[in-house]
């Protein structure tokens, strides 16, 4: 029958010549073998250290916005939370007080948000949700913790920070 | 002997036993940094500059693990099998060369600890030694893999002594010393024995690596059949005791291997660098030649162990009675023919 993917070898069972059952021509390939990765860049990094570069549609941690006069976007409408099929999110909103129009960009705004990394699937769905463009998973890696409480990230860890007046 | 004498040996015992142990240290950094290097990995980079601070936190880490002898274990043998370990494994270097006289004033420094004329009986007494620590330690811990492992480590170690008794008999008929000083110094200049027993020098690795278990031979401690081998119920420094008297069998054999075939602390040309810069200064250049000498051949140990996979345990006495013993007694008649066509 002729081979469909070409991917097909003859099995063949000769008995071992005088050099290969002496071992030795073959653990001298070998060790050349070994010695040509020895010379070779390693493939792995120091990761902390170095780090790879992540594609461009990488979703890694979150990130909430400010709008282009240093306001947060975020109006804690609550959809990020109802479109998240972990249940990761969650979030108290609070009323904008006089005086307070310089920090938050609508009447409404997030008081507590938090975000359970543990729970976090990383499936972007947040991001689509929000009407107005406040999450965003443009982050790094979610750092390694100790406890289960530290991965609670709230908006101390995730409010981008402030622009330089 | 003198005073002085005495001091200076019991400084250079000092010095040697403090010179295995660093090497045999640095080798299970060197190990892993190695594999790492053979696996295209980057290797242990964490305690200290590109992690050479690495052997003392494993030390440390063996230190304060929590001490565990089994209850049914024999209590006393079970101390004593990594005590007898690491013990054989220092004395083995006191009879090795490892350079040639210094002369300081009206004193002679002989680099070598103990120069007695029969340094490969003892070596070989030693090396025996060395097996009763596992079969103790693997019989002490009243378990099945720890005795598995004892057993092939004992029936391993008498099947490949054979051999390198028999290859060393070759290398005797072309020094007629058992001294390991005369032999060392017969070597001078580039007359190197391994140029006149080439393959009584490929025996004596081979042996030498299933002496001192190492891949391929590591059958006493093979993981995927027998959990830990020898040292499975061992922990803390009793098991680092193993694992280092491992480290320092390698360090010694390759120093053996080096003073037997590869020149000792000879070197191509030496009486014209001895006339040139000093007799005293020659002399430490042979040793440090030595030390680089015997550094890579632990280098080829451990490339060998992260190229070859291990034997199967009926392909090791395969290789060891019907291939090394033949080839060793031949080797033995070919080198005693030869040399009494050339001394008639």
Known sequence: ?165 | MELADIIVKFILVVIIFAISLVVAMYSTYAERKLAAFFQDRVGPNRAGPWGILQPLADGGKMFLKEEIIPTNASGFLFIVGPSLAIMTACIGSAVIPWGQKLVIGAHVIDLQVADINVGILYIFGVVSLGVYGIMIGGWASNNKYSLLGAIRAASQNISYEISMGLSIIALLLVTGTLSLREIAEQQHGWHWNVLYQPVGFILFLICAFAETNRSPFDLPECETELVGGYHTEYSSMKLGFYLFAEYINMFISSAVMVTLYWGAYNYPFMDTVAASVGPNAAVILGVVLMFAKIFLFIFFFMWVRWTIPRFRYDQLMDLGWKTLIPLAIANIVVTGIVITLINR
């Open chain 1, 1 to 165: 029958m002729e081979s469909l993917s070409n991917k097909r070898k003859e099995v063949n069972n000769k008995p071992l010549n005088f050099l290969e059952r002496a071992y030795l021509p073959a653990i001298g390939q070998g060790l050349l073998i070994t010695m040509k990765h020895f010379w070779k860049k390693p493939v792995t990094i120091a990761y902390p250290e170095e780090k790879r570069e992540f594609s461009e549609n990488f979703r890694g941690m979150h990130s909430l916005k400010r709008d282009e006069n240093g306001k947060e976007r975020c109006t804690a409408c609550g959809l990020c939370a109802l479109s998240c099929p972990a249940e990761a999110i969650t979030m108290t909103a609070a009323e904008r007080q006089p005086g307070e129009e310089n920090l938050y960009r609508e009447e409404k705004y997030a008081a507590v948000y938090e975000i359970n990394m543990l729970r976090c699937i990383f499936c972007g769905l947040c991001e689509e949700a929000c009407p107005k463009e406040a999450i965003y998973l443009d982050g790094d890696i979610v750092p390694s913790d100790y406890l289960r409480k530290d991965f609670i990230y709230g908006k101390d860890k995730l409010v981008e920070a402030p622009l330089n007046q």
